[in-house]
């Protein structure tokens, strides 16, 4: 069964540190992997997505994000964090193709506080 | 443009009641989801419309969740006697016809069963 795991519940960083989420999908197919941040009071905002081609997919606000299919990984990083940077993110593949709808499957969410 | 739209953005309601949450999505997109969020917890996949075809109901967790879509507009989910289980938040999201897209989400509805 497809799945996504964000093995990182809570993450405390400083601001003006770097930043590195973790996620790891279970997918046969070819995945279509995406992150979403959501703040507090807000819906979901899409980070940054990967469909194919290079594997080093930019987003916006700074962030980053790495497809590493020999690891079934796509982490998302930040090389220097800001105080809005604290909030909730999600990492999902999305189901396509003949038998799929395009739903997407989240991890549990990763929550980053970032301190002063 | 206006984005994904979602109405109520809080209902508080009765154990056993029904509730109907609304969504308009963004003009022009031909598909629309339905995710819940439970306090603490990723998103889950409730049913998706695409235009006039079937829709993907292997999401709902009972059969007192339904929903419907009228053409390409505005979609309503119900839940028919609700459980405290079904406090949530409910997520609505729509997409272009394109085969793989982003999709965009609403505001949400938060449920409060008591």
């Known amino acids: 069964a497809q799945s996504v795991t964000q093995p990182d519940i809570h993450i405390t960083v400083s601001e003006g540190a770097s930043l590195e989420l973790r996620c790891n999908y279970s997918y046969g197919a070819t995945p279509y992997l995406f992150w979403y941040v959501q703040s507090p009071g807000q819906g979901l905002q899409l980070l940054l997505k990967?469909?194919?081609?290079?594997?080093l997919v930019q987003g916006i606000k700074g962030f980053e994000a790495e497809f590493k299919r020999s690891q079934s990984s796509f982490n998302l990083r930040k090389p220097s964090v800001h105080w809005s940077d604290a909030a909730e993110y999600f990492c999902a593949v999305g189901l396509y193709g003949s038998s799929n709808t395009g739903k997407l499957i989240f991890g549990q969410g990763t929550t980053l506080q970032v301190k002063p | 443009g206006a984005g994904v739209s979602q109405s109520p953005s809080n209902k508080v309601t009765e154990k056993g009641k029904d509730v109907e949450l609304r969504c308009d999505p963004i003009s022009g997109h031909t598909a629309l989801y339905w995710y819940r969020q439970r306090l603490g917890q990723g998103l889950e996949f409730l049913i998706y419309?695409?235009?006039?075809?079937?829709?993907?109901k292997s999401g709902l967790p009972s059969d007192r969740f339904s929903a419907e879509r009228t053409g390409e507009s505005v979609s309503t989910l119900t839940i028919q006697r609700t459980q405290q289980e079904d406090s949530a938040v409910y997520l609505c999201?729509?997409?272009?016809?394109?085969?793989?897209?982003?999709?965009?989400f609403g505001p949400g509805t938060r449920l409060t069963v008591l």
């Open positions: 999201a729509s997409s272009s016809r394109l085969p793989v897209d982003e999709q965009f």
């Open positions: 419309f695409q235009g006039n075809s079937a829709p993907d």
């Open positions: 990967y469909f194919s081609g290079d594997t």
